[in-house]
């Protein structure tokens, strides 16, 4: 019994989600309300994020991003505000971000799609040197491009 009561709660939620979603297609006021509900989600739930999440948590300046790709594409692209900490570079460039980033701060590693593993690279790095909050948005740059959201390069 107590299984069951513990797996539906994962299950509420994201039906929960689900409706917000639908919902705040229809009424703009809901629109702050999925935000919200996804940031929540968002920092409760380990491991990946999906396109939703993700957004949620930039527009609420909720999160420091981090792109895990080469510095060269990096700087041809890349989501607007995020930093360059590449998988190939990263032993180079982390301690430039240590003491930039406390090891309590939300980020969100990226890089070009899901079948890509640099972010899950860098984002197994980063939990070995402390950092406690490290969470992977699975589609990438490319899911970020082609939803038309913020990039710059």
């Not at 935000?35 to 948590?57: H, I, M, P, Q, R």
């Not at 640099?118 to 939803?147: D, M």
Request: contains cysteine; charged residues 25%; glycine residues 6%.
């Amino acid at each position: 019994m107590l299984l069951n009561i513990m797996s539906e709660k994962p299950l509420r939620k994201k039906l929960f989600a689900t409706v917000i979603v639908l919902l705040s297609s229809i009424s703009p006021s809901l629109s702050q309300l999925h935000a919200a509900e996804s940031v929540a989600f968002a920092k409760e739930e380990s491991g990946e994020l999906d396109l939703s999440a993700t957004k949620a948590l930039f527009d609420t300046h909720s999160a420091c991003f981090i792109d895990a790709r080469s510095e060269y594409v990096y700087y041809k692209s890349h989501i607007k505000g995020a930093i360059s900490l590449s998988d190939s570079r990263f032993d180079e460039q982390f301690p430039d971000f240590r003491q930039k980033k406390s090891i309590e701060t939300l980020l969100v590693v990226y890089c070009a799609e899901a079948s890509c593993g640099k972010a899950r690279s860098v984002a197994k790095k980063l939990i070995k040197n402390g950092y406690r909050n490290v969470k992977v948005f699975s589609g990438g740059l490319i899911e970020w491009a082609h939803a038309g959201f913020p990039m710059e390069g």
